[in-house]
């Protein structure tokens, strides 16, 4: 098969997925334990996308100025900082270890 097949093949999967869940009983859907488990795998996927994008660099694990940036981000989350606040102090600490010789 080409790749335009298999792209075909994902999109049509895809969108027989989405249908589906409209055959879900909306008694399910409002259950409270259902609606945990949804929002626990959804930080655990954005937390393990995190760290696989941070550690990550082709088919190796790297160390690098990306580490400092996810360290003193969560330490900005830690005190409750605003998002802004966040993604600068992030920006910093990847700019600081690039200039002490960090990849």
């Known amino acids: 098969m080409s790749l335009w097949g298999w792209i075909l093949a994902a999109c049509l999967v895809s969108m027989a997925t989405k249908l589906a869940g409209y055959l879900v009983p909306t008694r399910l859907l409002d259950n409270p334990r259902m609606l945990r488990v949804a929002g626990s795998v959804t930080i655990g996927l954005l937390a393990a996308l995190t760290a696989v994008n941070t ?4 088919t190796g694990v790297v160390a690098d100025a990306r580490l400092a940036a996810l360290a003193a981000a ?9 998002f ?3 993604v600068a102090a992030g920006a910093v600490a990847a700019a600081l270890a690039r200039l002490l010789g960090a990849a």
Do not use: N
Request: net charge positive; glycine share 6%; charged share 5%.
């Open 84 to 86: 802004l606040v966040v």
């Open 74 to 82: 969560a330490v900005a989350l830690w005190f409750r900082a605003p």
């Open 55 to 58: 550690v990550a660099s082709g």
